[in-house]
């Protein structure tokens, strides 16, 4: 018999206020007696998760508050949507900092930021983690962003990719520049690095210029762990071609396995890299209680907290489209969006699994305010995992990234209740394989 797939766990949160779960902070539940903006709270959720053999608390981000709905930012900050919300970077010391094997993914886009500058954030970064740091490549994707940014316009879609690739492009070769050997720190001549060994880069591209030697030695992981989502056409190409993890939503057994079989397909033959090589994780919200009754009555609290007029902003901000300007009973198939346009097709799959029904701009609102559109599974653990297991076995999923419901409650009963079931089970590792988050999330 072949072995039982093991979950790569990832906690999916923001550094914020609020993360995916719209009006989570009006759970009662949510941070009694933290708040999110002291290290307190985080190394308390680092160590929850670590308890729970997690590989990485994964941070997602937004550079400015969403200002497509009415053309305004007004509904985004009335209604705490992802906001206010604290630069990622910031906390990733005082994550791995009060842990031992916890990664940290952390998303930072490749927007606004110097690729000089970047590649040496990311490799202060590793060194400070010991090796468990991943980025999370974006490109910005709201107006707002881009407006906070000083552009009148935002770059085309296409585009955008051709400058993330370029970017990955001059990163890479700074992080690469140092040979191995290159420190020689010899106290009796003075001699610290050895130039020859310590190539100069000089990029002169479309869109970066580059001239100098990277500013850290090489780091523990050497390059950061690379993590993509991509869902657009292009977008899982440039995933399929760069990245070691991807992190995707698919309300369904059968979006998952169509997800993944094409991403095999293009690891294989579009960029020579062998199927199983890079980590599928697929979104997932869970609520666990001792009893399916319990479960359900957190559930519904969960829902209740969802601002409607919140939950249609979100919307709007993260795909582009202003839908104060469309009834809410009117339908929103067939719309193209210029912002996340698998996330999109989500919300649709969420109501049918065929995409057929219609769904309206409040049921998408409120499918997606309550976690993007990804499944959510309520119940025991045992529901849970017998979940887990089938997107694991049928879907194709190597792991899962849990998105907040209430913090650090959420992650609390999942560690308490579901990893002991998981374990039980042999879908869990009782150890972890390496030091590295590299090393980790790549185990089998």
Request: aromatic share 10%; net charge negative.
């Amino acid at each position: 018999m072949p072995a039982k797939k093991k979950a790569h766990l990832l906690g999916f949160v923001q550094h914020g206020v609020n993360s995916h779960a719209t009006g989570m902070w009006r759970n009662f539940k949510d941070k009694i007696n933290y708040d999110f903006a002291r290290p307190a709270y985080w190394r308390h959720m680092a160590r929850t998760m670590e308890r729970g053999f997690f590989d990485a608390m994964f941070i997602a981000d937004e550079l400015a508050p969403y200002s497509t709905f009415g053309d305004s930012s007004d509904a985004t900050v009335k209604y705490a949507v992802q906001c206010p919300t604290h630069e990622p970077s910031t906390i990733v010391p005082i994550i791995t900092g009060a842990t031992e094997r916890l990664g940290v993914g952390v998303t930072l886009s490749t927007m606004f930021m110097h690729p000089y500058a970047m590649s040496r954030l990311l490799s202060s970064l590793d060194h400070l983690t010991e090796g468990r740091v991943a980025w999370n490549v974006v490109s910005s994707y709201s107006k707002s962003e881009w407006e906070a940014y000083g552009h009148v316009d935002m770059t085309p879609r296409g585009e955008r990719y051709d400058k993330m690739e370029e970017y990955l492009d001059v990163c890479y070769q700074l992080w690469d520049s140092w040979a191995p050997d290159a420190i020689v720190a010899d106290k009796a001549t003075g001699v610290y690095a050895d130039p020859d060994k310590v190539r100069l880069i000089d990029h002169q591209g479309k869109y970066f210029k580059c001239k100098g030697r990277h500013f850290c030695a090489p780091s523990p992981q050497g390059r950061p762990v690379i993590w993509q989502a991509g869902s657009s056409d292009r977008g899982r190409d440039f995933a399929a071609q760069h990245a070691e993890a991807i992190f995707a939503v698919h309300p369904g057994v059968d979006r998952m396995k169509q997800y993944a079989s094409d991403l095999d397909e293009r690891l294989e033959t579009k960029f020579d890299r062998r199927a199983g090589s890079v980590k599928y994780i697929y979104g997932l919200q869970t609520v666990v209680a001792e009893t399916r009754s319990e479960a359900q009555e957190k559930y519904e609290r969960i829902k209740a907290c969802i601002p409607l007029e919140g939950a249609v902003a979100w919307m709007s901000g993260h795909f582009g489209l202003d839908f104060s300007k469309m009834r809410l009973d009117e339908n929103v198939q067939n719309l193209e969006v210029p912002g996340i346009q698998g996330l999109f097709e989500s919300i649709i799959y969420a109501k049918d699994p065929d995409g057929k029904v219609p769904v309206t701009v409040k049921e998408a609102a409120l499918i997606y305010a309550q976690g993007m559109g990804m499944p959510v599974a309520v119940g025991t653990a045992a529901d849970i995992a017998d979940q887990m297991e089938t997107y694991m076995d049928e879907g194709g999923a190597d792991g899962f990234m849990l998105a907040a419901t209430y913090t650090p409650g959420c992650f609390e009963e999942f560690v308490d209740l579901v990893v002991p079931e998981l374990q039980r089970r042999g879908r869990l590792r009782t150890a972890y394989e390496g030091a590295t988050l590299r090393e980790n999330l790549l185990s089998s």
